[in-house]
């Protein structure tokens, strides 16, 4: 662990992680930023030439850890083969898990920074990803691959030209984000204002806005999946009080009406006095597992991730635009990639849609187009593995073929319970 992540609670939840600390950065914003740890995780070796390496970058929540959120697809015969490629993943700026950010100390004050951590950019972290590949002696990244805010920083790296970055694979990401993006992140960020304990972010660790985080984590779960895959997993049902921990119980004493109306009220209110009543509903049903879901993600959610850390990351999102400082249109910032890439969308994804990948393809000049058919919605990518682990493996064969010679597919890994993935073995 580097010395700026001495107060922070989250980088334990990444095991194994290295660490690159930068004497200086200078971001976007002309802020600068000293002594800066940049986390970072490896699989397999790197050849002697420096030519077979493999980037994949993670999603807002994710962390460098692929093997967490992306386990299926790491292993021999598999996509992220790591008997192939020396595979690196860094972790964000502003990110909980490692990176400078918000939980990270500034080593001019000696605290932690908080709300007064800058404002960094996906181009920011384009910078310190190059600046980690030049620390591993990487001198040609055979392919780089990212989903989501994943699949931005993916795009970004390419201007690094195609001596250096051979071919890449994006999925369901932008060249922009888009105003629909960006009024997303914003109604997020207001439920985390909104919590009293926020104090302007100058609030204590052990003491944060977690009511106004989990608001955010619950608006955010709602527009990676869709209508259908929530009508389909949940239906109508209600909780099963012997799997659900928040599922309405008996109640040995008898309340009055009023207070029967009360608790139907602020079931589910985290900062109400009563969230959890054992109170049995006797009227019309008014909790169901669909909530009992949602309650327990953003739960889930508030004790692996920092209220400023999510600010910073939405905000990030919200300057992603690859024509900024180069061209007068994304179309144009996209027609000057010259890697062949493999652009995968998502039928379903009603946050980084379907139209948003074939535009990314249209002005690519060497791309394919590949769709994901899903009920899940955004959060596909982070959930149909073998699909993606057959395209990323077609593509490879065709554009890197010398680092795919006698590779003998071998079937997806086993899926488990993830800190920072989507994928669950939850029964609800």
Known sequence: MSEANAQNPFVKLVNDQKYLVLDELKLECKDVLYKVPVAYKTWGKLNEDGTNCMVVCHALSGSADVADWWGPLLGEGRALDPTRFFIVCINALGSPYGTASPVTINPETGKIYGPEFPLTTIKDDSTILKRVLDHLNVNQVAIIIGGSMGGMLAQEFLYYGKKFVRSAVLLATSAYHSAW???????????????????????????????????????????????????????????????????????ARSLSKKEENWIVNNHGNPRSKETNSGYRQKSAQTYFTAQSYLRYQAQKFTQRFDAN?????????????????????????????EQPALVIGIQSDELFTFPEQVEIQKYIKDSELKKIVSPDGHDAFLLEFELINGYILDFMNQHIPEFMQGAEKKPIGEAGDSIFGEDEVTIW
């Open 181 to 251: 993006g960006i009024s997303w992140g914003e109604t997020q960020r207001q439920s985390i204002y909104c919590d009293p304990k926020y104090l302007d972010g100058y609030y204590e660790p052990d003491d944060p806005p977690t009511a106004g985080l989990g608001a955010a984590r619950m608006t955010a779960l709602m527009t990676y999946r869709t209508r259908d895959s929530f009508n389909d997993k949940f239906g109508r049902k209600l909780p099963d009080p012997s799997v659900h921990k928040n599922s309405d119980k008996p109640d």
């Open 309 to 337: 850390c999510y600010i910073s990351i939405t905000r990030k999102l919200d300057t992603h635009d690859l024509s900024r400082g180069r061209t007068s249109s994304v179309g144009e910032a996209l027609g000057l990639i």
